[in-house]
């Protein structure tokens, strides 16, 4: 048995293992509903954290994720693959958060704060406006990750969702497309108008 | 040269979307043409920075505290889900309900608007029965009202059957403004006027009192429906609802209705 065939034996099983679990909380198993919750919340966490650019508020949104994943666990009939289903809640909730957040300033608030870290250090004698590496010395410090955070804030969340959805979650097109209802190619075209984005902004702030 | 093609292959080439020709064209393209080079060049170097981004452990106590919050709360009970029936079981119901309940206003409304005359009664149409007249001496009590209202404004109460048919004559010329003209007169929208007679009599009479309808009523299109007048010789009494519309020259009974 190749590699190949290997891999997909484990996630046919790791499927038909998630499907028991999922059948097991449509009767109500809370105990299931806990090992699905185990199997998603690291993936689901990342994606809030992603999304609002703050641990507290990927917190509550994540748990807000799962509670309404629970409730609504009836209509889930397994058409698609769970994880699809539970990052369709996400979506939802990811987005009817922002738009709160945003009516709240919070996201103008965070740009202010980073702005401001941002001055005390170029003022500082080892400023990062002397020592600001060119795109081919970029390499990930806690600075570097703060300021890409920063640059997913600023774009707008359509392109953030499907930059943090593909570019860092690694969902493949179709998986997209299934996710977010939309053809391969609108989310392709979305996909590289988020990357100019993205790049546009990162680009701006380190060169 | 076309700079904004070799672009957006910058983005398949990330994904592994191109073929083996086309990576060779975007890569001699690239080394050709600087301020594509620049953006290909940063957008390769974003992808790489946004691949090593960290990826957080969610907090500890998260599931602990979902597990808590769910205490409480109970599953959503969608009906059509549990019982795995079609998604558009709901929608389904409702277009149906919706459908009942237009057939019984329909039924109900009382033809007092142009366009109902558009669309034909679904109601039976029973001949109305040419039997001679039989002279009586039963009571037969005429009640009229409002169209919009059940209840009755007037009765007349006759002892002669004969009289009874005058009265009604006399009565329905008197609810129908403007009076009833002759067979001849122009028909005009705007002359419309639908009052409600409500008749208790003895089921025989039925096709008696019809005639008579007819003869002051020109009512040749009229649609009837009732069990007595396949039975007219039954003596059970009928309750008929009778809506009488004129728009010139027509005269149809819209509705009519048994009653114990």
Redesign the interface.
């Known amino acids: 048995m190749g590699t190949e065939s290997l891999a997909q034996h484990s996630s046919s099983v790791k499927r038909q293992e998630e499907q028991l679990l999922v059948d097991r909380c449509?009767r109500?198993d809370?105990d299931s509903?806990?090992q699905l919750?185990?199997l998603h919340?690291?993936q689901i966490?990342?994606f809030t954290?992603?999304m609002l650019g703050s641990?507290g508020e990927a917190?509550d949104l994540?748990?807000d994720i799962?509670?309404a994943a629970?409730?609504?666990?009836?209509?889930f009939?397994g058409e698609a693959k769970f994880s699809t289903w539970l990052y369709r809640i996400a979506l939802n909730q990811a987005r009817n958060r922002i738009k709160y957040l945003s009516r709240r300033k919070y996201f103008a608030r965070q740009a202010r704060r980073a702005d401001h870290g941002a001055s005390a250090v170029s003022e500082s004698p080892e400023g990062l406006a002397d020592s600001a590496p060119t795109?081919?010395q970029?390499?990930?410090t806690k600075d570097?990750?703060a300021q890409?955070q920063e640059c997913l804030n600023q774009i707008p969340p359509q392109a953030r969702q499907i930059?943090v959805l593909r570019?860092?979650q690694g969902f493949s097109?179709d998986e997209l497309s299934e996710m977010l209802s939309l053809r391969p190619g609108t989310v392709?075209s979305r996909?590289?108008r988020a990357?100019?984005a993205?790049?546009e902004c990162?680009?701006g702030k380190l060169e | 040269m076309n700079c904004g093609k070799y672009q957006?292959q910058c983005?398949d080439y990330l994904?592994g979307d191109l073929s083996l020709r086309e990576r060779e064209k975007l890569k001699q393209h690239l080394k050709e043409c600087l301020p594509c080079y620049r953006?290909w060049?940063?957008?390769q170097?974003?992808?790489?920075?946004?691949?090593?981004?960290?990826?957080?452990?969610?907090?500890e106590h998260?599931?602990a505290?979902?597990?808590a919050?769910?205490k409480n709360?109970?599953?959503?009970?969608?009906l059509w889900?549990?019982a795995?029936l079609p998604r558009w079981l709901p929608l389904g119901v409702g277009a149906a309900l919706l459908f009942l309940i237009s057939v019984v206003l329909w039924e109900v409304m009382p033809s007092q608007y142009p366009w109902q005359s558009l669309f034909p009664s679904s109601r039976k149409n029973v001949a109305t029965t040419t039997r001679p007249a039989e002279p009586s001496k039963e009571t037969v009590t005429i009640r009229k009202g409002d169209p919009s209202s059940s209840a009755p404004v007037m009765v007349l109460r006759v002892k002669d059957f004969s009289r009874a048919d005058q009265e009604l004559q006399s009565m329905l010329r008197s609810f129908i403004r403007p009076p009833l003209p002759e067979r001849e007169s122009s028909r005009s929208p705007h002359t419309r006027s639908a009052r409600l007679f409500q008749l208790q009599v003895p089921g025989k009479r039925l096709p008696h009192l019809l005639r008579e309808l007819h003869k002051i009523g020109h009512l040749d299109q009229s649609q009837v429906e009732s069990q007595e007048l396949a039975n007219p010789g039954q003596q059970k009494q009928v309750s008929i609802r009778i809506v009488v519309v004129s728009n010139g020259s027509d005269v149809e009974i819209r509705q009519l209705r048994e009653g114990r």
Do not use: C
Not at chain 1, 70 to 75: C, D, N, V
């Open positions: 449509r109500g809370r509903f806990a919750m185990r919340e690291k966490y990342n954290y992603r641990e917190e994540t748990q799962f509670i629970f409730r609504g666990i009836r209509s009939r795109p081919e970029w390499t990930m570097l990750a890409v930059l570019d860092l097109y392709k996909l590289h990357r100019a993205m790049r990162l680009s | 957006s983005n994904d953006k060049s940063s957008l170097k974003t992808q790489e920075i946004l691949h090593q981004l960290p990826t957080l452990d969610p907090p998260l599931g505290v979902v597990m919050r769910l709360r109970r599953l959503r009970q969608p889900f549990s795995n």
